[in-house]
């Protein structure tokens, strides 16, 4: 009985950091970019295996994860620049830049999830090729380092 009632606050536990993440925009965009890119990278392995038909559908559904995200990006671009500006008006304190020391593992994981995003933006952009493999596989890192910072 006692490993069963463990089991129930374990999956109460799950099912409401679950419910925080879908509540927020920022949380269902990065629900959506590990579609995305997940969407990629199976598109480039099917793609790899001569499997025309289900690389298309792949794509298909990139593509259409990738328009949403657009349209969510869009709105916290906004409020970043909230943000920003709250920050410049108020000026730092000490309270800000301890905050700032004890986020010192999340600066770590925005490191990774950048330098991921970089690998993304260069491919896109022709700076430095790469197999969309390997975009796919950096998107994944991103999205899941992403989606892991807003659920804990």
Do not use: P
Request: with cysteine; proline share 0%; aromatic share 10%.
């Amino acid at each position: 009985m006692a490993g069963l009632s463990k089991t129930v606050i374990s999956m109460n536990s799950f099912v409401e950091s679950l419910v925080k993440l879908f509540a927020q925009t920022t949380g269902k965009d990065k629900l959506v970019k590990i579609l995305q890119y997940g969407a990629k990278l199976f598109g480039y392995l099917c793609q790899q295996r001569k499997m025309a038909h289900w690389a298309g559908v792949w794509k298909k559904i990139e593509a259409s994860a990738g328009g949403s995200r657009k349209v969510w990006r869009l709105g916290n671009t906004f409020a970043e620049q909230q943000k920003i500006l709250q920050l410049t008006t108020t000026g730092e304190n000490n309270e800000q830049l301890l905050a700032v020391q004890k986020k010192k593992n999340e600066l770590y994981l925005n490191c990774i999830k950048n330098g991921a995003d970089a690998v993304i933006a260069a491919n896109l952009l022709k700076f430095y090729q790469t197999s969309q493999g390997t975009v796919g596989i950096c998107g994944l890192i991103s999205a899941f380092i992403g989606a892991y910072q807003i659920w804990k």
